[in-house]
């Protein structure tokens, strides 16, 4: 004798429960979603078009502020009389320092990036230790440990010769950028495959000429991309040199903000134009490294 099925309770029959029906999550119909999240969700979906207009709005309202009887315009009259002197005195000191500071940690990073991956191990655990100490210190830290520690001049016999602190600034922004320099040429030394090693080796090359003429070749792609990278960040890092007392940029904003009388409405425009600076020097720079990732990707 064949039993009749059992009806399916709350479709064929009446529930046997008072369980609430999971339904399915709807963010709008949400009672306890916060209205809070609304510009966000805005913000996230504007165009570049509406966030340029966005962004032009916030930098043209102070325009009709005023304070004191010193208007916006006022202040932007007196930014476009010190652009001259910002730039060439300034801006180009920035480009100068991170230059030099560029060529001394990379030329100190690429010696111990070479020493990480000596078959000494002397040499690689020396190596080791300066880079992570170097690596993992702040910056700031690093300049006021060089400003402090190096003199103010050099005796040599009767000569005098004076240490500037620029040349203390470049000392101190070179050493961060030489240990992750460095992290940047061991990397890349070992991400070359060991069939390129055996092949040399049974070529009778020696370690020296196979590092300089097999390996250090193919390195030389995959460490650009990052090296002009950390050239972009040393940029940015060089206001730092202004807390210093280095003539820089930022702090040749301040002395021409001090010089025209300190009206809060100069900070806006003087600072904004140095923004600029950094962002016109530093962007085709970042752009220009995505398009050498590209270029140089490792494709398996």
Known sequence: MIRPARPIPGIEGPSR?????????????????????RFSRWLTSASPAWMAMLLGV?????????????????????????????????FFFNVLISVLAMLVGTTLGAALGLGQVSQQAGIRGAS?????????????????????AFPFEVRIGDTIVPVPDWTKAVIGLSLPIMANISEIVRGAVQSIPATQWEAS???AFTRRQTMWMVILPQCLKRMIPPWMNWYAILTMATPLCSILG???????????????????????????????????????????????????AVKL
């Open 17 to 37: 429960t008072d369980l609430p029906v999971l339904h399915r999550y709807a963010l709008d119909r949400d009672p306890h979603r916060p209205a809070t999240l």
């Open 58 to 90: 916030v930098l043209l309202a102070p325009l009709t502020g005023r304070a004191a009887g010193y208007t916006y315009t006022a202040a932007f009259d007196a930014l476009v009389r010190w652009i001259p002197f910002l730039v060439t005195s300034g």
């Open 128 to 148: 080791w230790f300066i880079t992570q100490t170097f690596r993992n210190s702040p910056w700031l830290v690093l300049l006021f440990v060089v400003m402090l």
């Open 201 to 203: 080796e049974s070529l």
């Open 246 to 296: 280095v003539e820089e940029v930022v702090n040749l904003s301040r002395q021409a903000i001090e010089s025209e009388d300190n009206h809060p409405e100069l900070l806006v425009p003087f600072y904004t134009f140095v923004l600029l600076l950094f962002f016109v020097y530093c962007y085709p720079i970042a752009r220009f490294t995505i398009y050498l990732e590209r270029k140089f």
